[in-house]
């Protein structure tokens, strides 16, 4: 069996860390209990700056889910969490806001061993968005209302009403590239709105979802109000999707997978759907723009995460006549980037999350190369490094529309750059994409940018800007990047349901 390798390669490693990477983290969160899966398997996660493994997990499957969803079953209907106010509710999310926020430091250095992103970023950016996440959620609920309705019947007082009552038993299946961060964003608002919950985390990263479930009870949750079960997509996650008694199921992954999730959700119980998939992001730089910050803001549109971002920039689009002042100044951003072990205070950027992904990313690269694109930085794993998933930024030039490398998302740091010559070809062009997440624009004319905000396909568009968030702003896709928007009040939407009550008041 895989030892946890990480104990002596680490110096900073904190003490909580290596205690619950050392053994805690071979049980999962079923109805309050830490439990084994049933078949008593485990799988393992690897340090993807090392290639070690790192910790084992339990290999949970459809029995596990079984028992969870069991669970989140009866917590939704018996016992404390239906009794509870929305005033309490709201509290419980709130202290649990507080108690991760406390262990800052833990869940940083949690997510950056099993997902190897900088220790840096997930301080200052991964777990404050979790924290701020919970708290908007928390607010969120006690404001969840109905609606009283003025109906028509003829000779006859009637009071009519709705109520927004919980979808029921959700089952969230989540992604590993922001591991915490997409735990929260499908446990806030599920909570705020009084459903109970079967949580899987991508088998690459479940530790922080695991040390969540920790905090949970202190926090103020009932028993089975959160189940965390731990497994493979093939198994624990298909019997998520195609359980009898799951009403509801939120997923953020491939769209491939996204595709499967909604036939099992047909084919089992018409149970509820929400996607959040991929995406093929273009990022427009006009010529009257500030190249400097475009140049910039480029960067970090397909560098930030590794390029690991649904709604990363890799299309990048530049008007004619600026091209070639923009692209060194691309180029140069590019190579400045230090690359390194995420436990690497210094890293500014860190290793792919997997083998896996290692390899996807690296024949796209091998694609591009031999379909006749140029590259004009990166290219695959710098020298310096013999093992690790390191990629370093890539950009792509001479790419052509018919391209694997500009048709496909690659979910890696690797760009292509396109020059254009006005706003309706590149319109034309930036919407030529089954993908619909985000788009942006840079540009110092308002009714330009304004004109493509409205005519981009897109979920998100942001101008002269990229990657900005907010626990209140609505976030999910067009076309087969999703639908349904998490975050901000749009994401009631998604986890209640509405009845509407009738009540005869007599004749006039
Ligand atoms: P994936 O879609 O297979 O995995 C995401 C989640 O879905 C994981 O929890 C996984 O266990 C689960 N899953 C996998 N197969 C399942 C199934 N048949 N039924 C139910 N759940 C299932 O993504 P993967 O394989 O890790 O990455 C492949 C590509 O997907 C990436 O290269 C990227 O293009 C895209 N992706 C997009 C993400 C996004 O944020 N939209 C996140 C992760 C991957
Ligand atoms: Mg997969």
């Given amino acids: 069996m895989a030892q946890p390798s990480m104990q002596s390669s680490y110096p900073g490693v904190h003490s909580e860390v290596r205690q619950f990477i050392g053994g805690r983290s071979r049980r999962m969160l079923i109805d309050g209990k830490w439990v084994e899966a049933a078949s008593g398997k485990t799988l393992t996660t690897y340090d993807p700056a090392t290639e070690e493994p790192l910790a084992e997990v339990p290999a949970g499957d459809k029995e596990d889910v079984d028992r ?67 708290r908007y959620y928390a607010g969120w609920a006690t404001k969840v209302e109905g609606a009283t309705i003025p109906v028509s019947t003829p000779g006859q007082r009637v009071f009519t009403y709705t109520r927004r009552e919980p979808v029921g038993v959700v089952g969230q299946i989540i992604p590993w590239n922001f591991p915490l961060l997409m735990a929260a964003w499908k446990l806030g608002v599920a909570l705020a709105c009084g459903n109970t919950v079967v949580l899987k985390p991508a088998e690459q990263t479940p530790l922080s979802a695991l040390r969540l479930g920790e905090l949970l009870e202190e926090a103020g949750f009932p028993p089975g109000v959160v189940n965390i079960v731990t497994g493979y997509g ?21 769209t491939e997978v996204g595709h499967l999730i909604m036939q099992a959700a047909g084919a089992s119980n018409l149970k509820r759907v929400s996607l959040e998939l991929g995406g093929k992001s273009p990022n427009i730089v006009f010529a009257d723009a500030d190249l400097d910050q475009a140049a910039a803001g480029a960067a970090n549109a397909i560098f930030f995460n590794h390029g690991q971002c649904c709604c990363a920039g890799s299309r990048l689009f530049v008007e004619q006549k600026v091209y070639d002042k923009l692209m060194p100044r691309l180029i140069e951003h590019s190579e400045k ?33 031999k379909e ?31 391209m694997k490398i500009i048709r496909e998302e690659i979910f890696g740091p690797v760009v292509c750059a396109i020059p254009f010559k006005d706003p309706d070809e590149v319109l034309a062009a930036g919407n ?6 985000a788009a942006a624009v840079w540009t110092r004319d308002i009714n330009k940018a304004h ?20 626990a209140a702003a609505p976030f999910g896709g067009y076309k087969q990047s999703g639908f349904g928007r998490e975050m901000g009040k749009a994401a009631l939407e998604l986890y209640t349901q509405i009845k509407t009550v009738w009540v005869d008041l007599g004749a006039y």
């Fill in 372 to 402: 006749g694109a140029k590259v004009a930085t990166g290219g695959g794993r710098p020298k310096q490094f013999d093992k690790g998933y390191f990629v370093a930024p890539t950009v792509f030039t001479d790419v052509k529309p018919e």
């Fill in 432 to 437: 030529d994409t089954t993908y619909g997440l």
């Fill in 337 to 369: 980037i230090k690359i390194g072990p995420g436990m690497d205070l210094t890293s500014e950027m860190g290793p792919l999350v997997s083998s896996e992904q290692f390899q996807r990313v690296n024949s796209f690269l091998s694609a591009g190369r």
């Fill in 234 to 254: 093939e198994t624990a996650g298909a019997a998520i999707a195609s359980h009898p008694d799951v009403d509801k199921v939120a997923f953020t992954g491939s």
């Fill in 451 to 470: 004109r493509l905000a409205e005519n981009l396909k897109a979920g998100t568009v942001w101008i002269n800007c990229y990657n900005m968030f907010d």
């Fill in 68 to 134: 969870a969803v069991r669970a989140a079953r009866k917590a939704l209907e018996s016992g404390a969490w239906p009794r509870m106010t929305p005033s309490e509710r709201g509290r419980a999310i709130w202290k649990l806001a507080d108690l991760i926020e406390a262990r800052t430091e833990e869940f940083a250095q949690l997510e950056t061993l099993d997902n190897g992103k900088p220790l840096a970023v997930a301080r200052v950016a991964d777990i404050p968005l979790v924290v701020d996440h919970f």
